[in-house]
């Protein structure tokens, strides 16, 4: 019995170590590793090009945050301001990789953060962030949800000027 | 002795019970990771200046004015949309997401490659149309601008839109 009553108490003990070491609903800063962790773009004389199609989150919830980092390089010979939007017209029900994913609400994509954008100077690359913040105590939109980020090179103001963009769909699948 | 044992399990159960949901939540952290794939366009136009136009003309360039050359990897999703919901300078127009011009109203077509008023599409500001919906890997395409002027104008101040062609993995 008293071997018993030992063992009972040394289990209650590692309990609460473990209890007590466990991390606070954590504002967690994305994991990634390798190619995968960032969205390369170039922006180019009449053209862009992306090095990633989409952004997948996972294991996302409320009070999460995740971030992904567009490092965008100007390969044009003039100064550039890129512009990262939210293209909100586009439906993730026409990607075909969207694995169930619904379009996300007018509320979802006001968790967007977008990056106040600046001058990239010819032959310079600059890391811009685009986060999601789910508010704390919200509940899930659904299991998985997907928009798009829309990258642009820089407009200027020629009359009926022609510019292209790229799109990056984040397909987000929550906990 | 028989208490004091009874009473630890029973404390061991209500902590289990207590941290199972808080260990629950920290399994697995928020993972994010961008999925390598290569989306390219580029378009051999940058300018197109319709010059002086009438009230309620339609002055257009070829259907194949411009070239969209796709260097993708990957099926895309291509819209073309405008930037603005105004025509800057001046008095400004408001841009017709139906192509219905108006006063100081104008609108918008572009047609892919083919014969104008032959599956045209409206190009809008808000939600705009796709151009060239699951557009297949390495395939470039052309396309040109039609524009439906007001039907009448307050002046005469030269006014100005950004057309964008956007690509996505599709």
Redesign the interface.
Known sequence: ??K??LV??S??LL??V??SC??E??V?R???SG?????LIRV??????????????????AG?????IYRIHNATARAIIPEIYI?S??NVA????ADGAVRATPEVLSWIKLPVMEDIAPGETKDFVVAIAMPKGVKKPAEKIGF?I?V?GG?N?????????????WLISM? | ??K??LS??L??LL??V??SP??A??T???????????????????????AVVAASSTPSTTTAW?T??N?ST??T?Q?I?V?TATW?GGVTWTHSDTNTPGENTAGMVTNRGGTWGVSDVIIKY???NYIY?NCPASTGYSFG?KLYAPTSFTDGV?????????????
């Not at chain 1, 999460?64 to 992904?68: F, G, P, T």
């Open positions: 019995m008293k018993l009553t009972a108490t289990c209650l309990t609460m473990l209890v466990t991390p609903a954590p967690t994305p994991t990634s190619d995968s962790d960032v969205v180019k004389d009449g053209g862009i090009e992306s090095h990633s199609s989409e952004v997948v989150v996972r294991n996302f919830y999460a945050r995740a971030e992904m293209n017209s586009a026409d990607y075909s990789k798009q829309g642009a407009t103001t020629l009359p009926a000027t022609v510019g292209v963009a790229v799109g990056t769909w906990r | 002795m028989k004091l044992f630890l399990v404390g061991l902590v289990l207590v941290a808080a260990l939540l920290t697995a952290d928020v993972a994010v990771t961008a999925t390598p794939a290569y989306v390219t366009i580029s378009c051999n136009q940058t300018v197109y200046n319709f411009a969209i050359t260097g990957v099926q999703d819209t949309g930037t800057a808000d939600t705009p919906e601008l030269e006014k100005s839109i950004t057309v964008r062609v956007s690509a996505a993995a599709g």
